[in-house]
């Protein structure tokens, strides 16, 4: 099975400073792995995924992430965020031969502060 | 576009009733799920089904049943509620043929049981 770890639970950061949201996974198998995003009361939105191919991945609103094979990561960072970008963030993951079981990780609330 | 449509999105249960939570998608999609969220837990799952007629369980299927009649329908039942099973559930579809799917999720359910 696959797990996925999101290190930090709450991240705050002031508006336009750059943010990083870290996300470290664990398989046997190789991996699909996406970025969601949930707001208030929603839903959750697939913000990016990486399937193979390069290993930096760009997705909507300006988030792009980047897989790391030897670090087992797939980190998602945004150069200058907004406050529209506060929410909460889930990585997770699926293997290339159960792709339809995606396992997510706990978390990280984002808080963007002006 | 309608995308997965659950409902109802609140409902308050005493302990020991049962209820069923609806679930729809309008895309066709072979692969449908339920996952609960809990805080600091992250998504997990529930049941799943890959067709009309064929369903597994999850990570935390005990006490809750599913059936899958028609591609279209998913609903989730619990026959007698517990405290444990307050949460909010979400339902979600993909298109099971292809690796690297996107999920999509409904909007959430939440249940509190009393």
């Known amino acids: 099975a696959q797990s996925v770890t999101q290190l930090d639970s709450q991240v705050p950061v002031f508006e336009e400073a750059p943010v990083e949201l870290r996300c470290n996974y664990s398989?046997?198998?190789?991996?699909?792995l996406f970025w969601y995003v949930q707001y208030p009361n929603q839903g959750l939105q697939l913000l990016l995924k990486?399937?193979?191919?390069?290993?930096l991945v760009k997705g909507i609103n300006g988030f792009e992430a980047e897989f790391n094979k030897s670090q087992t990561s797939f980190h998602l960072r945004k150069p200058s965020v907004h406050i529209s970008d506060t929410a909460e963030y889930f990585c997770?993951?699926?293997?290339?031969?159960?792709?339809?079981?995606?396992?997510f990780g706990s978390g990280t609330k984002l808080n963007v502060k002006p | 576009n309608a995308g997965v449509t659950q409902t109802p999105k609140f409902q308050v249960l005493k302990t020991g009733q049962s209820m069923t939570l609806q679930c729809a998608q309008d895309?066709?999609?072979?692969?449908m799920s339920w996952y609960r969220q809990d805080p600091g837990m992250g998504l997990r799952l529930i049941h799943y089904?890959?067709?009309?007629?064929?369903?597994d369980q999850g990570e935390v299927p005990n006490g809750y049943n599913v059936s899958r009649s028609t591609t279209e329908d998913f609903p989730l039942r619990l026959l007698s509620a517990a405290p444990s099973q307050t949460s909010v559930y979400f339902c979600?579809?993909?298109?099971?043929?292809?690796?690297?799917?996107?999920?999509?999720f409904g909007e959430g359910s939440w249940l509190t049981v009393v």
């Open positions: 089904s890959v067709g009309a007629g064929i369903t």
């Open positions: 895309m066709n999609h072979e692969y």
């Open positions: 997770a993951v699926s293997a290339w031969d159960n792709f339809n079981k995606f396992y």
């Open positions: 979600a579809s993909s298109y099971s043929r292809a690796s690297g799917n996107t999920i999509y």
């Open positions: 990486y399937l193979s191919g390069s290993t």
């Open positions: 398989s046997s198998v190789s991996v699909y």
